[in-house]
């Protein structure tokens, strides 16, 4: 898992010309939550796609801090709402081309889980936890906007991932 006090850092280095009411208004939260962001933990993941959504800031940056802050073929959007829902089966989907051609029980091992979970991950009955996305970052040296928005490039470079 990506370090919470290290994303809230970087959330809010790109906050910095901003008030914590100005920023809670941004993301429709109270204020109170935007001193927890600030005092304790990252800001939620929806709140994190939404702010990277709508600025064009890479995920690479944000979750790992490697790379441009700003991923060059992403584009600033307007989400829909300030809630904005990750495709969990798009996710899923994108994690098993990573495994692909491997037996459940292989794949289970390498990310210490049941077979059993392997089988709902690609059955949609439950989505591939965090943690376990992160550790498929690290091990087939993916980028986060590929994994999480389908954004090409898929693999990095060698000088980012170190």
């Known amino acids: 898992m990506p370090d919470k006090?290290?994303?809230?850092?970087?959330?809010?280095s790109c906050h910095t010309d901003l008030s914590t009411h100005e920023i809670a208004k941004m993301y429709g939260v109270v204020p109170e939550a935007v001193l927890n962001w600030e005092k304790r933990v990252a800001p939620p993941w929806k709140?994190?796609?939404?702010?990277c959504d709508s600025q064009g800031i890479s995920w690479d940056w944000i979750l790992d801090g490697v790379g441009s802050i700003y991923h060059p073929a992403k584009t600033k959007r307007k989400p829909r709402t300030k809630k904005p829902e990750?495709?969990?089966?798009?996710?899923?989907?994108?994690?098993?081309?990573l495994v692909k051609g491997k037996?459940?029980?292989?794949?289970?091992?390498?990310?210490?889980?049941?077979p059993?979970?392997?089988?709902e991950w690609k059955h949609r009955k439950n989505?591939?936890?965090w943690k376990k996305l992160q550790q498929a970052v690290q091990k087939y040296n993916?980028?986060?906007d590929w994994l999480l928005?389908?954004?090409e490039p898929k693999y990095r470079d060698s000088e980012e991932s170190q």
């Not at 059993?116 to 089988?119: E, G």
Request: charged share 30%; proline share 2%; no cysteine.
């Open 5 to 12: 006090r290290e994303v809230a850092d970087r959330f809010f």
């Open 142 to 144: 993916v980028r986060w």
């Open 127 to 129: 989505r591939v936890p």
């Open 103 to 114: 037996k459940n029980s292989d794949i289970a091992a390498e990310f210490d889980v049941f």
């Open 149 to 151: 928005d389908g954004i």
């Open 47 to 51: 709140t994190l796609k939404y702010f």
């Open 116 to 119: 059993s979970t392997i089988s």
């Open 86 to 97: 990750f495709s969990t089966y798009l996710i899923n989907r994108r994690f098993f081309t």
